[in-house]
């Protein structure tokens, strides 16, 4: 793997895929395979989903059944309307990073935590994603 010259830009670089992702999943898109590894594990934050998720097809199949729900109770997107915070990224080594963030939907709160790992094309893949949902903090 290649180093890496400007840790700041690269941040910046994972930070706008990770957004990239949220307003695909807040377009409500099925076809999301090409946000993950091949080999990707993923935890969702579902009670109905709580195994981990190998797989890019695993994922993205419990995706799509997301949206089919999501578009029965909602006329049009954006379906989560995610707001990012706290953005942290932490080089775990060349081309593999740990990405963690707040977020806010509705009426609630979510964290985040990723690994991402950057592709021989120089895009950077989910490899595991870790999703919890959190009780509002007090106003």
């Known amino acids: 793997m290649e180093s890496m010259n400007n840790p700041a830009e690269e941040a910046a670089v994972v930070q706008a895929t990770l957004q990239a992702f949220l307003d695909a999943l807040d377009r ?3 076809a999301l395979e090409g946000w993950f590894t091949p080999d990707a594990t993923m935890y969702f934050p579902f009670r109905n989903s709580q195994a981990l998720v190998h797989g890019r097809e695993a994922i993205v199949a419990r995706f799509a059944r997301m949206n089919a729900q999501l578009r029965q109770t909602q006329a049009a997107p ?8 706290d953005f942290q990224v ?3 080594a060349p081309g ?3 990405a963690t963030a707040l977020f806010t939907f509705a009426d609630q709160w979510g964290r985040r935590t990723l690994v991402l790992r950057k592709d021989a094309a120089g895009a950077w893949r989910i490899h595991h994603l870790h999703a919890s949902n959190l009780q509002a903090p007090p106003a």
């Open 96 to 98: 593999l990073a740990l």
């Open 90 to 92: 932490e080089w775990l």
């Open 28 to 30: 409500g898109e099925d």
């Open 78 to 85: 954006p379906y989560i309307g995610f707001g990012m915070r």
